[in-house]
């Protein structure tokens, strides 16, 4: 376990849902925030259609996979379909001390292991509104990836290891939701914030706390709707 007290950077894991438009919100903070920047995950898969080859991912081979594993450079590793994913150690970025948002799109799985390992880590979960919504922005992904969603949520609900949820209804309102979190973060944690603004703060975020009891019920009512419906089929 490290202690990220003395650091200056912030440390932020955003997971969702593929299809919960995680890649198109960290992109347009990237825009938006000049502290900003992404650590890319390492995969074996194919680049998708618009990818970038060093931003959201490093793509590299399964033997140049298997030699960062083997070098101790990996961690958060997982298996998805038949691709594998793994974060590069984060300490030597952490120690570059240089006041950066340092953004992560990860699965659940390698995000509790981050929040394990440096628990000061901003949690962030994203979901679309509606199911309906989340098909159409999988596309020809579509329901094949639906069962693994629903797992994430099961498990995030169970580990109570997330900070916020953020509901992706409209965009510019998500990626306002998101800066207000993380300026949140950051002036609570370096203690530049007063009473007053704390206030504001909570007037503005108290709907995307995670335990928040409509929070909750939102993704019990988007769990057990899906699942009522695989078991009539």
Same mark, same amino acid.
């Given at each position: 376990?490290?202690?990220?007290?003395?650091?200056?950077? &912030?440390?932020?894991?955003? #997971?969702?849902?593929?299809?919960?438009?995680?890649?198109?919100?960290?992109k347009n903070l990237l825009e938006r925030r000049n502290n900003a920047e992404q650590i890319s995950t390492y995969t074996t898969r194919e680049p998708r259609v618009g990818e970038s080859r060093e931003k959201?991912?490093?793509?590299?081979?399964?033997?140049?996979?298997?030699?960062?594993?083997?070098?101790? *450079? $990996?961690?958060?590793? #997982?298996?998805?379909?038949?691709?594998?994913?793994? +974060?590069?150690?984060? =300490?030597?970025?952490?120690?570059?001390?240089?006041?950066?948002?340092? $953004?992560?799109? +990860?699965?659940?799985?390698?995000? &509790?292991?981050?929040? =394990?390992?440096?628990?000061?880590?901003?949690?962030?979960?994203?979901?679309?509104?509606?199911?309906?919504?989340?098909?159409?922005?999988?596309?020809?992904?579509?329901?094949?990836?639906?069962?693994?969603?629903?797992?994430?949520?099961?498990?995030? +609900?169970? #580990?109570?290891?997330?900070?916020? $949820?953020?509901? %992706?209804?409209? &965009? =510019?309102?998500?990626?306002?939701? @998101?800066? %207000?979190?993380?300026?949140?973060?950051?002036?609570? *944690?370096?203690?530049? @914030?007063?009473?007053?603004?704390?206030?504001?703060?909570?007037?503005? $975020?108290? *709907?995307?706390?995670? &335990?928040?009891?409509?929070?909750?019920?939102?993704?019990?009512?988007?769990? %057990?709707?899906?699942?009522?419906?695989?078991?009539? =089929?």
């Amino acid at each position: 376990m490290n202690n990220l007290n003395n650091l200056n950077n &912030l440390l932020v894991v955003i #997971s969702g849902p593929s299809g919960s438009g995680k890649s198109t919100i960290i992109k347009n903070l990237l825009e938006r925030r000049n502290n900003a920047e992404q650590i890319s995950t390492y995969t074996t898969r194919e680049p998708r259609v618009g990818e970038s080859r060093e931003k959201q991912y490093k793509f590299i081979s399964d033997r140049e996979y298997l030699e960062l594993l083997k070098s101790n *450079k $990996l961690m958060a590793c #997982s298996k998805i379909e038949n691709d594998y994913y793994g +974060m590069p150690v984060l =300490e030597d970025k952490l120690n570059e001390n240089n006041n950066k948002d340092l $953004l992560i799109d +990860m699965g659940v799985s390698g995000g &509790l292991e981050i929040k =394990e390992k440096f628990p000061e880590t901003v949690m962030i979960y994203v979901i679309p509104e509606t199911e309906e919504q989340l098909l159409r922005q999988r596309g020809a992904r579509g329901k094949t990836r639906q069962s693994r969603g629903l797992k994430q949520i099961e498990r995030i +609900m169970e #580990s109570k290891s997330y900070d916020w $949820l953020v509901i %992706n209804g409209d &965009l =510019e309102e998500t990626i306002g939701n @998101i800066e %207000n979190i993380l300026d949140f973060m950051r002036k609570k *944690k370096f203690g530049d @914030i007063g009473e007053e603004e704390r206030k504001i703060y909570r007037e503005k $975020l108290g *709907k995307l706390v995670f &335990l928040n009891e409509k929070n909750i019920k939102f993704l019990n009512d988007f769990y %057990n709707r899906d699942k009522e419906e695989r078991t009539n =089929e």
